[in-house]
T-cell receptor
């Protein structure tokens, strides 16, 4: 049962343009959402998060948007840089525990 | 400070064997969670240990088990290995249990079952 879905396995954008990574979820009880970035041969690293009481959170070039009615969140990277090339996972958690549900990941390639 | 250390990095086992993976969390972190990563499935939660007690468990068969020691180091054991158990196993540590923003992941153990 895939409660968190990333329907695009890959995304390619030009350096300097905007990257938009999408994530859908099915459980309306999720109350915390996170994005992780993963480089090859490394573990995922936390990027940005948003609680269900907000609809936007911004951290430098990274902004996460949450649309609760559509059960959809997205990660915007502006401007995209070649170093952003990685696999991005979205995750959701239910309540105060570390049982997070991850999507399958989207491989972002930023071309110089 | 040292990150999360997982050993070994790579492992090849035969079907039917058992395997034990180790995770040393960041000093001071008391929560350790384990995930399985397979292509197309993302990261799937196995279980979480906090202060030597299993706090949460994912939807995996009983062949997958774990434990945590008093120094917060954790081990994961898989018995009667199947080909489908081939995956990257990641552990993550955090200071407390609850919301993954404080997670730090290790680099993982790549298990191949032949």
């Amino acid at each position: 049962d895939q409660q968190v879905k990333q329907n695009s396995p890959s995304l390619s954008v030009q350096e300097g343009r905007i990257s938009i990574l999408n994530c859908d979820y099915t459980n309306s009880m999720f109350d915390y959402f996170l994005w992780y970035k993963k480089y090859p041969a490394e573990g995922p690293t936390f990027l940005i998060s948003i609680s269900s009481i907000k609809d936007k959170n911004e951290d430098g070039r990274f902004t996460v948007f949450l649309n609760k009615s559509a059960k959809h969140l997205s990660l915007h990277i502006v401007p995209s840089q070649p170093g952003d090339s990685a696999v991005y996972f979205c995750a959701a958690s239910l309540g105060n525990n570390n049982d997070m549900r991850f999507g399958a990941g989207t491989r972002l390639t930023v071309k110089p | 400070k040292a990150g999360v250390t997982q050993t070994p990095r790579y492992l090849i086992k035969t079907r039917g064997q058992q395997v034990t993976l180790s995770c040393s969390p960041i000093s001071g972190h008391r929560s350790v969670s384990w995930y399985q990563q397979t292509p197309g499935q993302g990261l799937q939660f196995l279980f979480e240990y906090f202060s030597e007690t299993q706090r949460n468990k994912g939807n995996f068969p009983g062949r997958f088990s774990g434990r945590q020691f008093s120094n917060s180091r954790s081990e994961m054991n898989v018995s009667t290995l199947e080909l489908g158990d081939s995956a990257l196993y990641l552990c993550a540590s955090s200071t407390t249990t609850g919301t993954g923003y404080g997670y730090t992941f290790g680099s993982g153990t790549r298990l191949t079952v032949v």
